[in-house]
């Protein structure tokens, strides 16, 4: 097992969390609530990372996820994961999922049928449920195909997910959807 590293950073919705290991970035912790509470999160999530300095790479990224929480329109497909201990299945769905461009949604279905046989919906969700690096990987880009929004494991749920793809319309080359401006966003949430 490669050596983890940890960096706690502080965004406009909270403290984040950061794990790193020389093959990329293992592990993203959206706040959750307190720098305590998150560190205690990410101690859970990676329990053999150890507090470190980030270096200039991985300071850039904290930097790109703090400013995409604010509004800038931030990309992280050349991000390098270590996604290496998932299994295979997560890997390939993660990499679809890498793929779709920011203002954009597909849905799980829409994936599974990438895959190759759009029964295994179910599974894409459960992959997309145990994101290890949410944002990054951008898994509140995969909606429900019932045009509800799915679901969301990191801190915040469906409000999160929701909160992202707005940010997110807002850079995109899309018609208006459901998702654009905020009393689409109260909707949409009033819906999950």
């Not at 720098?35 to 101690?43: I, L, Q």
């Not at 904290?62 to 400013?67: L, N, R």
């Not at 497909?77 to 954009?104: C, K, M, N, Q, W």
């Not at 279905?109 to 459960?126: P, T």
């Amino acid at each position: 097992m490669h050596a983890q590293y940890l960096a706690i950073f502080e965004t406009a919705l909270g403290p984040c969390g950061i794990v790193w290991t020389d093959r990329g970035i293992a592990g993203v912790n959206l706040p959750e609530g307190t720098e305590e509470k998150t560190r205690a999160r990410v101690e859970k999530r990676f329990p053999e990372a150890i507090e470190a300095l980030p270096p200039a790479e991985i300071q850039k990224i904290i930097d790109d996820v703090a400013a995409l929480i604010v509004g800038e329109k931030v990309e992280f497909s050349h991000v390098t994961l270590d996604h290496a201990p998932l299994p295979e299945f997560s890997r390939r769905v993660y990499e679809i999922v890498r793929t779709i461009p920011i203002g954009h949604t597909l849905t799980y279905g829409e994936i599974a049928k990438k895959l190759g046989d759009v029964s295994l919906s179910r599974e894409v969700g459960q992959a997309m449920g145990k994101n290890p690096t949410p944002v990054i990987m951008p898994c509140h880009r995969v909606v429900a195909a019932s045009g509800k929004t799915g679901g969301f494991s990191a801190p915040g749920g469906v409000d999160t997910k929701m909160k992202l793809l707005s940010i997110e319309r807002r850079h995109g080359d899309h018609a208006p959807t459901l998702f654009d401006g905020d009393e689409a966003f109260r909707f949409a949430a009033r819906k999950a």
